[in-house]
């Protein structure tokens, strides 16, 4: 498995400001994945953080309005930019390692948008 | 696109009893793979079983076992002796294998009550 942080754990934050999200693994892994989990729903994808490249979004979030980045292979940031009250959310990382396809999950990060 | 679907939103088991979570799910693809997570009140996910779709023996984790009908495009999640630490919100998920760096696609959920 791996050993994920995510900082901060929760925010409550005013609308139209933004929110860098923090996910740092405890050794190197090559795929780190962004999930978002609205109110009582279940994960969606938001992005893959590449090392090194930008990332590739899923249909349906943007670079504008999540920016994210992986300045090495340890630690990744995204940010939930000019938030709304739709963004009300837990905002999860996510890597892969050790057997192909298994992915190990931060604690998330739950968002509150007033 | 694949989709993942749980048609129980809420299943209830006594103590002791096993239940069954049912998942079923919509690919053209030939080679995946598929899992179960857990998500207790805490919201941290957690990874139950992990399925090879190329192998057909049916993957067990003490008492967490798979029935995985590729044909029916089936995976339902058999809990056995259930214990009052299962109760939580369990998704399906599946991923592709086709080498790139894709993410899971979840079920809605399935919330399991354990009756005392």
């Known amino acids: 498995s791996a050993v994920i942080s995510q900082k901060p754990s929760r925010d409550i934050c005013q609308r139209g400001t933004s929110l860098t999200i923090q996910c740092q693994v405890d050794s190197q892994v090559t795929m780190m994945f962004w999930y978002r989990q609205q109110p009582g729903q279940s994960l969606t994808l938001i992005a893959t953080?590449?090392?090194?490249?930008?990332?590739?979004?899923e249909s349906g979030f943007v670079i504008d309005k999540f920016p994210i980045s992986r300045p090495n292979l340890t630690f990744s940031t995204l940010t939930v930019s000019n938030m709304s009250p739709e963004d009300s959310s837990i905002y999860l990382c996510?890597?892969?390692?050790?057997?192909?396809?298994?992915?190990?999950f931060g604690p998330g990060t739950r968002l509150t948008v007033t | 696109a694949q989709t993942v679907t749980q048609s129980q939103p809420e299943m209830s088991v006594q103590e002791a009893e096993t239940v069954t979570l049912s998942c079923t799910y919509d690919t053209s693809e030939s080679d995946y793979y598929l899992f179960w997570y857990k998500q207790p009140p805490s919201r941290q996910m957690i990874l139950v079983i992990r399925?090879?779709?190329?192998?057909?023996q049916n993957a067990t984790e003490n008492r967490f076992s798979v029935n995985f009908q590729k044909a029916a495009k089936s995976f339902s999640l058999k809990i056995s002796d259930s214990q009052l630490g299962d109760a939580a919100m369990y998704f399906c998920a599946y991923r592709s294998a086709g080498g790139g760096a894709d993410g899971l696609t979840f079920g809605k959920g399935t919330h399991l009550i354990i009756q005392p």
């Open positions: 399925q090879e779709a190329y192998k057909q």
């Open positions: 996510s890597v892969e390692r050790d057997r192909a396809g298994e992915q190990y």
């Open positions: 953080a590449n090392q090194g490249s930008e990332a590739t979004y």
